[in-house]
């Protein structure tokens, strides 16, 4: 059973395109990370949200965490084939385990 | 500094065979941990540790054993390998556990036939 949802599971847009994709739990976590991955490396960080209802900007990522500490959206304005990779959220409990969402693969073509 | 490093890179392993993975860190960092990552399964935590001397199970600990006599090294032990082992093995370190910043390593992908 996977506790983080992540959808779409993959995604194909043309460069320029927006996207929005998700992470959705019935869990409550007390905080939510979003990583980035390419081909043959491991996740790297992008960004670490804490509060209900935060929102952070990266450039042109928007990272925003619901209300209830239950779900997340990363929005990419203008995509850019270099955005292309495998994008994984993970929840942090109250007792500091962390689960992983399985991701979402995207693709940005030029 | 070279962050988190692991070898192999590659290994191809028999039923019923051992094997260690090793992982390296020299950020000074107390917590590691080592993951699997398979398709449409996300990264699942198989081991931790919070320091030197200190290890606890993950979400998937079967058929793993690991030690950490220091506070870089954090090994990761496949004492008979299975199929369902195959994988791609990725090990990663922060200050501390929780609400950090993780270091991934490059990963080590592992086929057991």
């Known amino acids: 059973t996977q506790l983080l949802e992540q959808s779409p599971q993959f995604l194909s847009i043309q460069e320029g395109e927006n996207l929005t994709v998700y992470c959705n739990s019935s869990?409550?976590?007390?905080?939510l990370q979003w990583y980035r991955q390419e081909p043959g490396e491991g996740p790297v960080l992008l960004v670490t949200v804490v509060t209900g209802g935060e929102v952070k900007k990266l450039k042109r990522l928007t990272f925003q965490f619901g209300d209830a500490r239950k779900d997340s959206s990363l929005h990419i304005t203008a995509a850019q084939p270099g955005d292309t990779g495998l994008y994984l959220c993970?929840?942090?409990?109250?007792?500091?385990?962390?689960?992983f969402g399985a991701g979402t693969r995207l693709t940005v073509k030029p | 500094n070279a962050g988190v490093t692991q070898t192999p890179k590659f290994q191809v392993l028999k039923t019923g065979q051992s094997m260690t993975l090793q992982c390296a860190q020299d950020?000074?960092?107390?917590?590691m941990s080592w993951y699997r990552q398979d398709p449409g399964m996300g990264l699942r935590l198989i081991h931790y540790s919070v320091g030197a001397g200190i290890t606890d199970q993950g979400e998937v600990p079967n058929g793993y054993n690991v030690s950490r006599s220091t506070t870089e090294d954090f090994p990761l032990r496949l004492l008979s390998a299975a199929p369902s082992q195959t994988s791609v093995y990725f090990c990663?370190?922060?200050?501390?556990?929780?609400?950090?910043?993780?270091?991934f390593g490059p990963g080590t992908r592992l086929l057991v036939l």
């Open positions: 869990s409550v976590f007390s905080s």
């Open positions: 993970a929840g942090v409990y109250n007792n500091n385990d962390m689960r």
């Open positions: 990663a370190s922060s200050y501390h556990r929780g609400v950090q910043t993780q270091y």
């Open positions: 950020m000074n960092h107390e917590y």
